[in-house]
């Protein structure tokens, strides 16, 4: 079966623009995750979604990053106005069982 | 907030030799997730423990999780080149499924 499929794979941006990335999902795969993974340390979960109804977003800066499910599969990431501290690899992984499965990941660069 | 931290955090051994991975957590834990992360890839599922002092093997890889539910490892034997990557310890925080990573062991071999 197709992975989790995610775009772009890097992305350079300078500080105060905005930036969007995209997520598919195993298909089927109800659950849907975002993951700041600054280098250096373990991924951070930003926002879950089961379908296209947001569980846990505890962790979402929501002054400045944005997600959306809008048809249960696909998602978005947005961040608007971008830091410098932005700089991260984000994960999209999808849930099967116990087992997340993670997607490559885009590089963020903010300079 | 609920802690997950891992020891050592960088190891280097000679191909051939073993290598150990610790994680400990500040609360007790539903199960335990361990996830491997080659560089410049993203994480991927190795194994879920569940009972308190469960033991797991996988070829040269073996999982163990503390008595007491707070503490695990992952012991690889004979590494070889392939095992080269950051292992992370996870906590799925009690069904709700959202994983808490730990800090990371990153493992280099020398050849």
């Known amino acids: 079966e197709a992975g989790v499929a995610q775009s772009p794979r890097y992305k350079i941006i300078e500080k105060r623009q905005s930036v969007a990335f995209w997520c598919n999902p195993i298909?089927?795969?109800?659950?849907l995750y975002w993951y700041q993974q600054i280098l250096g340390q373990g991924p951070k979960l930003l926002i879950q979604f089961q379908n296209n109804g947001v569980v846990d977003d505890s962790q979402l800066p929501k002054d400045r990053f944005s997600a959306e499910r809008l048809k249960g599969v696909d998602s978005t990431l947005k961040i608007q106005p971008a830091k410098l501290e932005d700089s991260a690899v984000y994960l999209c992984?999808?849930?099967?069982?116990?087992?997340?499965?993670f997607g490559p990941g885009t590089r963020l660069t903010v300079t | 907030g609920q802690q997950v931290m891992q020891i050592p955090q960088y190891q280097h051994v000679q191909e051939g030799e073993d290598f150990t991975t610790y994680c400990n957590s500040s609360?007790?834990?539903?199960?335990i997730q361990w996830y491997k992360q080659r560089p410049g890839g993203h994480p991927v599922f190795l194994i879920q423990?569940?009972?308190?002092?469960e033991v797991k093997k996988q070829k040269r890889l073996t999982f163990q999780f503390g008595e007491a539910k707070k503490n695990s490892s992952l012991h690889i034997t004979a590494t070889q080149t392939t095992d080269v990557g950051t292992y992370f310890c996870a906590d799925p925080n009690f069904g709700n499924e959202k994983l808490t990573f730990g800090t990371g062991t990153r493992l280099t071999i020398i050849p």
């Open positions: 609360t007790t834990l539903s199960n």
């Open positions: 423990l569940v009972k308190s002092g």
């Open positions: 992984a999808s849930k099967s069982g116990p087992e997340q499965y």
């Open positions: 298909s089927g795969h109800a659950t």
